[in-house]
């Protein structure tokens, strides 16, 4: 057992970043005063939510979700005053679907308030109901498939078991479906993704097959992998906490370093001093680390 505390939280939204550099695992020891700011209100990350939340209530209430994503498609071609209208005022909701189709609303009102709180555009909303078609093409597929939506349990494969949570989790047979929304623009690309290995390696259980889903705004992708594949990607996962946990600072760059707050061109928030293996990358080696940080400054 490594002689460091257990407080390492090696979740599935940092398993690449830590697996690849142990070092961004802890940062104020990898980097002598290195501090992190506070988060930044981010109003992209909201409607994200917003969309994970429509996307739960849609599987989990909707009628149909094939009947829902026709909805939404729908909705997102009123203008907007109007749409923002229909997400304000229940009646004139209900009232808008019966006049379109005779019959009461798939998803009821307040499943839809997600939208309206953070005005998530009707581009965003198009791009739900392509994800719900996607999900509701698989069920069709496979009849005796179960469902789930924001799955919880905890991974229990690593020394430090952190709980996880998965957006949408189908079974069928010897067939499973990991699947992740994702809003952000920046694509993600689906092979080789680490966040859903660690997903499937909390929730697999008898399954042979293994299938990994990113649900992304131009950008829909499955990639799939079987156990084998699955266990040698869980030893390497093991060995890196194990190292992490025995006090491994090393500091190494690469795809992984996209949103880590002391990469100095991070797309999350940042924090400082930036990471000394990012600064050689980027500006090359200098005597004078202060110097590069100034010119950073200046940019």
Known sequence: MPATNLSLRFSASVASKYHNCHGSANLPAAIPGFEYTPKEKAKARDQGTALHKVMEHSIRYGNSLKAVAEMLLLLADV???????????????????????????????????????????????????????????ILEENPDAEVFTEVKTKAAWLVTKPSTTIDVLIRAGNRIWIIDLKAGTTPIEVVGNEQL????????????????????????????????????????????????????LTLNIGSHC?????????????????????????YGASDDAAEDISILEDE
């Open 197 to 248: 290995l660690y997903y499937a390696a909390c929730f697999v259980k008898d399954e042979t097959e293994i299938n990994l889903v990113i649900l992304q705004e131009d950008n829909i992708g499955e990639w799939t992998i079987n156990r084998s594949y699955l266990e040698a990607w869980m030893k390497q996962m093991q060995e890196s906490e194990f190292a992490i946990l025995d006090g491994d």
């Open 258 to 282: 996209t949103f880590c707050p002391a990469n100095p061109r991070s797309r999350g928030d940042k924090g400082y001093p930036f990471c000394p293996a990012q600064l050689e990358h980027l």
């Open 79 to 137: 203008w907007g005053k109007n749409r923002t209208l229909l997400l304000q005022d229940e009646k004139e909701y209900i009232t808008w679907w019966f006049l379109k189709k005779l019959e009461g609303p798939v998803l009821e009102h307040k499943y839809l308030e997600p939208l309206l709180e953070q005005s998530n555009s009707p581009k965003q909303i198009r791009f739900l109901a392509s994800a719900l078609v996607y999900i509701a093409e």
